[in-house]
T-cell receptor
Framework: DAGVTQSPTHLIKTRGQHVTLRCSPI?????VSWYQQVLGQGPQFIFQ???????GRGNFPDRFSARQFPNYSSELNVNALLLGDSALYLC????????????FGSGTRLTVV | GQSLEQPSEVTAVEGAIVQINCTYQ??????LSWYQQHDGGAPTFLSY????GLEETGRFSSFLSRSDSYGYLLLQELQMKDSASYFC????????????FGKGTKLSVIP
């Protein structure tokens, strides 16, 4: 069974541009969460979606938005990119059997220049 | 708010035992989790403690003391492949998928 898949794996963007990151959860998992991880820090919560509804939002500006599709895949969008948005963006999925253990994808490494 | 404190770096010898501590401050407590992350890799779930005491899973054990707002991850029979960053994390509510992570402890296992 495939794990959590994210695309692209690496991305370079220029300040002011827009970026879309994609995530496919484990089959059967209805919850998808997004995290930002800056080098040397722990992941920081951005959004959580369950059954296509936003269930949680972290302390991030409105430039960050997300959505979940009927097949439970998800997109994270970031507008007006800043240098400080350079980070590893992680997607995590969870299902009923997860028992508080969330499965993360390998992430998208975003570099803003 | 929620905050977690853990040492930034730990070095240990192959075959030895190492303990990684985590102290937390939370407005409500809903359990303590541990994740492992190798350089360039995804965080991998290791354990979850909701009640006081020790949980053992193979070479890894995790301990929780709610009265002390403290937990630790114990790694036994260290192997070179255990070199990684280890994060403690707490959920924001019961059954919440919103996790707050510590800054991580980088474990280096030396021969």
């Amino acid at each position: 069974d495939a794990g959590v898949t994210q695309s692209p794996t690496h991305l370079i963007k220029t300040r002011g541009q827009h970026v879309t990151l994609r995530c496919s959860p484990i089959s059967g998992h209805k919850s998808v969460s997004w995290y930002q991880q800056v080098l040397g820090q722990g992941p920081q919560f951005i959004f959580q979606y369950y059954e296509k509804e936003e269930r949680g939002r972290g302390n991030f500006p409105d430039r960050f938005s997300a959505r979940q599709f009927p097949n439970y895949s998800s997109e994270l969008n970031v507008n007006a990119l800043l240098l400080g948005d350079s980070a590893l963006y992680l997607c995590a999925s969870a299902g009923r059997e997860s028992n508080y253990g969330y499965t993360f994808g390998s992430g998208t490494r975003l570099t803003v220049v | 708010g929620q905050s977690l404190e853990q040492p930034s770096e730990v070095t240990a010898v192959e075959g030895a035992i190492v303990q990684i501590n985590c102290t937390y401050q939370t407005s409500g407590f809903y359990g303590l989790s541990w994740y492992q992350q190798h350089d360039g890799g995804a965080p991998t779930f290791l354990s979850y403690n909701a009640l006081d005491g020790l949980e053992e899973t193979g070479r890894f054990s995790s301990f929780l003391s709610r009265s002390d707002s403290y937990g630790y991850l114990l790694l036994q029979e260290l192997q070179m492949k255990d070199s990684a960053s280890y994060f403690c994390a707490v959920p924001s509510g019961a059954g919440s998928y919103q996790l707050t992570f510590g800054k991580g402890t980088k474990l280096s296992v030396i021969p």
